[in-house]
């Protein structure tokens, strides 16, 4: 006979030997499907019932997990905003120069659109639970206090207004997150290229231009 069974998985029972999912297990499973619904189709365009229909589980044991699609989303959410800012940070973390900083975030920012596409399509993406958090502007706010410093050094050290750090921060972040939002879809040139353009425009101005801009510091934003 057909039924659910104590997984709350719906269909035939069978006497396969099907792995039975912890609670852990499965939590992380549903996030994994949610994660890849709400890149393809956004918040509205995603369904509990395809996100259990795909899990083989049924509704009430994502509502068990997460209390809905808006808690889904929120974890979901939140892990990508830490792995982003993760990210950033680590390529922060050392005494360098500051454009070589400067070139590290901004290739922390693309590896991270290339290897975790589906995240940062589900961060830029607008939604009601997006929108109630911040959503990319909480996100660009929380990378730009991470460089923010950095800034208010090298104002200080030029002789400029350091009380204009926390601007230019915003600036500088939004100009990159930005770019890779449109770099997410069209990949070219190749993300290397696109950093040592960002770093061209950021660090030497419109005035200062480059013609031929190239990354002078590591191309690694994990290594000094």
Known sequence: MGGVDSDGVAGERTTSSRVRMTGKQRREQLLDIGRALFAERGFD?????????????SKPVVYEHFGGKEGLY???????????????TTALGSDSHPRALLERAALALLDYIETSTDGFRILVRDSPVAQSTGGFASLISDAASQVEYLLAAEFTSRGFDAAHAPMYSQMLVGMVALTGQWWLDVRQPDKTEVAAHLVNLAWNGLAGLEHTPALNGSTDPSHP
């Open 74 to 88: 929120a974890v979901v959410v939140d892990r990508e905003m830490e792995r982003l800012l993760h990210s950033i």
């Open 45 to 57: 365009g995603t369904s509990i019932e395809e996100i259990a229909t795909r899990a083989r589980v």
